[in-house]
C-alpha cells in the first residue's frame, strides 16, 4: 500500500512559515499585497479564488480584487494591469485565465510587470524558470510539485525523473525546476512510443498530460513516488480525478499524491510564497 502524499500538510507547513515571514515584514510597515484580477464568472476561477483569498487571509497578505464583466474591453483591460503595475503598494498580481475569446490575451500577459507575475504567465517570468534566474515567479501548480516532493524528503539530486506533459504551465518548467535540484529529467508526453516504458524506468514519475488513464499498471514500478498533477471530471464515475489510475497505480508504487487533497491543494501556498518574495524583493 502506497504512502499518500496529501497536499494539506505541505499547505499547513508554508502557511506557517509565510505567516512568521509576514510578520517580519509588517513590522518594517511593509504588507505584502496580492491584486486579483478576474474577467467574468468562471466557477473554475471563483473557486481558486476563494481558496487564494482564505490562503492570504490566514498568511496575513492583503488582497485588492479587480473584477471586469465578461464583456470589457481591451483597453479596461490594460488600464487595470497598468494600475497594478504603477501600485507599489502591490507586490504580486494574479490574473485569471483563460480570458474571454473577445479579448487578446497574450498582450494583457505581456503587459503585466514581471516583478509582479506571481504565476508565470510573462515571458520574463518563464525566462526566469528557464534560466534558473530569480526574475518573476514558477507556475505555483508547477511549484508545489517540487515543494510536496521536499516536504515528504525526498533528495532530488540524482534522481532519475520523468515528467509526463509537455505544457508551458508545468509539463516544461517543472521539469526546469527539477533540473536545477540537480535531478536527472526525461520529459515524455501522450506520443512518447512507449511511454509506459519511459515511465517504470524513472524513480519519480511526474504526470501533467491533462487525460485521464495516462498512467496505469503497466507505467509504474514497485517503489516509484507519483505526483499527480492531473484535475479531470470522470463522467462515468461523477467525480474529479487525476491522470493516473489511482486505483491501478496506488498498490504498486511507493508513494502517490491523491486527487483531489494532493497537490491541488499546496497552490495557493505557493501563491502566497511568491506575493511575500515579491513584497521582498521589491522592498530589498
Known amino acids: 500500500m502506497a504512502e499518500l502524499l496529501l497536499g494539506l500538510p505541505v499547505a499547513n507547513a508554508l502557511t506557517e512559515m509565510l505567516a512568521d515571514k509576514v510578520a517580519r515584514l509588517v513590522e518594517r510597515d511593509i504588507v505584502p499585497t496580492l491584486a486579483i484580477v478576474r474577467?467574468?464568472?468562471?466557477?473554475d476561477d471563483l473557486s481558486y479564488e476563494r481558496g487564494a483569498l482564505k490562503r492570504c487571509e490566514k498568511v496575513g497578505i492583503e488582497v485588492r480584487q479587480f473584477v471586469l464583466p465578461a464583456d470589457c474591453t481591451q483597453d479596461e483591460l490594460m488600464a487595470v494591469i497598468?494600475?497594478?503595475?504603477?501600485?507599489?503598494?502591490?507586490?504580486?498580481?494574479?490574473?485569471?485565465?483563460?480570458l474571454p475569446k473577445t479579448l487578446d490575451e497574450a498582450a494583457a500577459c505581456a503587459a503585466l510587470d514581471p516583478a509582479k507575475d506571481v504565476d508565470c504567465i510573462t515571458e520574463g517570468s518563464l525566462y526566469g524558470v528557464f534560466a534558473n534566474r530569480p526574475v518573476g515567479f514558477a507556475p505555483c501548480t508547477a511549484e508545489a510539485c517540487i515543494e510536496v516532493l521536499d516536504h515528504y524528503g525526498y533528495d532530488l539530486t540524482g534522481a532519475r525523473v520523468t515528467v509526463v506533459g509537455r505544457s508551458l504551465v508545468i509539463g516544461k518548467p517543472v521539469s526546469m525546476m527539477l533540473q536545477a535540484r540537480n535531478a536527472t529529467v526525461k520529459m515524455c508526453h501522450t506520443r512518447t512510443r512507449d511511454l509506459a516504458a519511459e515511465c517504470r524506468d524513472a524513480e519519480i514519475v511526474v504526470v501533467a498530460a491533462g487525460h485521464i488513464g495516462t498512467l496505469g499498471k503497466d507505467a509504474v514500478a514497485p517503489g516509484q513516488v507519483v505526483i499527480d498533477v492531473g484535475i479531470n471530471w470522470d463522467e462515468a464515475a461523477g467525480k474529479l480525478c487525476g491522470d493516473v489510475l489511482f486505483d491501478e497505480v496506488e498498490p504498486i508504487v511507493g508513494a502517490i499524491t491523491p486527487v483531489p487533497r494532493g497537490v491541488g491543494s499546496v497552490t495557493t501556498a505557493v501563491l502566497a510564497k511568491h506575493v511575500v518574495e515579491a513584497a521582498k524583493r521589491q522592498n530589498a
Open 39 to 43: 474577467v467574468g464568472e468562471r466557477d
Open 82 to 98: 497598468a494600475e497594478v503595475n504603477a501600485d507599489p503598494s502591490i507586490h504580486g498580481c494574479l490574473m485569471f485565465r483563460p
